[in-house]
């Protein structure tokens, strides 16, 4: 007979290991639903969940009134879609693919692209952006009635609009002053990217679980940063002025044929820019159908030979050394000979006007006259050359203003110090050729001229929110008595001068300025060594309009223009820069309610 096998030990060993063993399951059990709950939560919620940025309202840009929407933010929708949810039915997608496309009303080519997307498989497709409410609502009704709601669906988003109409054909108001934003809520150019966080605020940031499409739930998203809202903006831009000065610079860009034409209406005290403009603009709210050479700001980013409207600023070097007065008598042959006989510079017509006063000089324009007059800053050319050129520094010349706008261009002028300057080159340099600078940079040397000497920073911002900004203190460059020399010069030039008289002055105001004509170096002509145009030029005026003094400076340039005859000293155009100045002068004088005590509407003084 067998023993038994069963034992009280055994059994004591045996419940034993069970206990141990579940002992140890309940231990590792509350290990990880316990000490490992957190990190296991973590990892649930990253596949579920994810964190989403969502941009803050926009700040909205107005004009100097406060009240006019220069740019805003408004809600649109777009179209999206998860292609793997819309089941096996060909015959169903096809019809749902040709009505969404024909209520959104796409081309060939978009449609064709719209019905790619919605037929790959991919998990997530924006078929759509920037659809109306009406559009809107037409989709989702047939996106219903068709059964397809999940796989497309209807979204908001924020979109960026220019309501202003502006003073060409399709373009926006003040577009190349303001900018656009793109897809991704980011300023590109003008305001909209200088003062890109300030407009944008910070993005709030949610942490959203995902649909089985893996699109993001934002209405039941946990928000881990509230964000900050982007602020207001208000600017120094009159609408109404900004309007006239860009339907003034497109006439003359038609009548011209000029590649382009730009103006810019600037408070010469404080730097306050009232209107700014180019033609050819564009339509901000179209910005994607515009090439990007158009969104580029003439008026502070495209530097350019300026030619005689420079003359002022030798005449400054001139008065600054002493070795000129407005009655000093200057001879004007004509002609004169540079670098013991290898270089000669002509005057526009050729022929010699004698012994004149250098007043007279500024007021015909002669380039003669002028380079004598640069020559004589000192004993030696490269003396001379370095008085001139720290003229040009002292007024900016070489650096950007500073003005609160995006890509602004700071020119180019040669240093005497780096590379020695011949004759030729001080005598080109006396009336503005060899240097390159921008029409925002003369609107500001100019203001220096005609406000006493003091150097502004220009600036199309007013205020931010509720915050006044505070315009830059203008350091002293030039002193009181020759900045009064100055303005007194420029009224000397338009009331001398027959045609000036007939094309500038404007009835009850006082007027000055002065002309540039500059020849334009094409460096693809002649099989590509370059040349210079006999059939366009740049023609510029810049100059001053005020009651009892200087209230304003207008800066127009007219970029290539076409001449109705080409003679020797004779380049007429259809409308004349100085011509162009009076009306913009007029527009701005009513539109700012600067009127002569007593009077109303100014007047040009043309018969």
């Known amino acids: 007979m067998l023993g038994r096998t069963d034992s009280r030990g055994r059994l004591l060993f045996v419940l034993l290991v069970f206990i141990m ?119 989702q009704a047939t996106i219903t009635a068709e059964g397809a709601g999940n796989g497309v669906d209807i979204a908001t988003e924020a979109a960026r609009v220019e309501p202003q109409v502006g003073g060409a054909p399709n373009s926006s108001l003040a577009a190349q002053v303001l900018g656009f934003v793109n897809r991704d809520g980011v300023g590109q150019y003008g305001i909209e990217q200088y003062y890109q966080n300030i407009l944008a605020g910070r993005p709030k940031i949610v942490l959203a679980a995902r649909s089985i499409g893996g699109r993001p739930l934002i209405d039941t998203a946990q928000v881990v940063d509230p964000g900050t809202p982007g602020q207001d903006i208000t600017l120094t831009i009159d609408d109404n002025l900004q309007l006239a000065v860009e339907q003034e610079v497109m006439a003359a860009g038609v009548a011209d044929s000029a590649v382009s034409v730009s103006a810019v209406v600037i408070d010469p005290k404080t730097g306050q820019v009232y209107a700014e403009a180019s033609y050819p603009s564009y339509d901000a709210n179209n910005y994607a159908q515009t090439a990007s050479g158009e969104f580029v700001d003439p008026v502070i980013s495209d530097p350019y030979e300026p030619g005689s409207v420079f003359k002022m600023l030798t005449a400054l070097a001139a008065l600054q050394q002493g070795t000129i007065t407005p009655t000093s008598i200057v001879d004007d042959t004509g002609s004169l000979s540079l670098d013991h006989g290898t270089a000669r510079i002509y005057d526009s017509d050729k022929k010699p006007m004698g012994r004149i006063t250098f007043e007279k000089v500024l007021a015909f324009s002669r380039n003669v006259g002028a380079a004598r007059v640069a020559l004589g800053l000192a004993s030696t050319t490269n003396g001379a050359a370095s008085i001139l050129k720290a003229t040009w520094d002292k007024l900016g010349f070489g650096q950007p203003t500073g003005i609160d706008l995006a890509d602004e261009a700071g020119g180019t002028v040669h240093d005497p110090a780096i590379r020695p300057w011949y004759q030729l080159d001080l005598a080109n340099a006396a009336f503005g050729q060899g240097v390159a600078v921008t029409l925002i940079q003369l609107a500001t040397a100019y203001s220096a001229m005609v406000n006493g000497g003091k150097l502004v920073t220009p600036h199309v911002v007013a205020a931010i929110g509720n915050q006044p900004v505070a315009p830059t203190p203008g350091a002293q460059v030039i002193s009181p008595t020759i900045a009064a020399t100055l303005t007194n010069l420029m009224s000397y030039v338009v009331h001398t001068v027959p045609w000036y008289a007939a094309g500038t002055l404007v009835k009850g105001y006082l007027i000055g300025g002065k002309t540039g004509t500059a020849q334009i170096w094409d460096p693809h002509m002649n099989k590509g060594l370059g040349g210079w145009m006999t059939s366009r030029f740049n023609n510029t005026f810049i100059g001053y309009i005020g009651r009892n003094a200087p209230d304003l400076v207008i800066a127009v340039e007219i970029h290539e223009g076409k001449p109705l005859v080409i003679q020797q000293g004779n380049l007429p155009l259809a409308v004349e820069s100085y011509e162009l100045f009076r009306r913009i002068a007029t527009d701005s004088m009513t539109m700012l309610d600067l009127h002569p005590a007593g009077s109303g509407t100014p007047t040009s003084s043309n018969p």
């Open 21 to 139: 063993t579940g002992a140890g399951l309940v231990a590792r059990l509350a290990y990880w639903q316990v000490a490992q709950q957190p990190m296991l939560a973590a990892r649930a919620q990253d596949q579920t969940l994810t964190q989403v940025s969502i941009p803050s309202r926009r700040g909205t840009i107005y004009d100097r009134s406060g009240t006019v929407v220069m740019a805003t933010t408004v809600d649109r929708y777009m179209l999206e879609a998860n292609p793997n949810l819309l089941g096996s039915d060909a015959a169903a997608r096809t019809q749902l693919t040709n009505d969404l496309i024909g209520i959104i009303g796409l081309d060939p080519t978009d449609a064709a692209a719209f019905n790619q997307k919605l037929n790959s498989d991919r998990p997530y497709v924006i078929l759509a952006h920037d659809l109306d409410q009406p559009t809107a609502d037409r989709l």
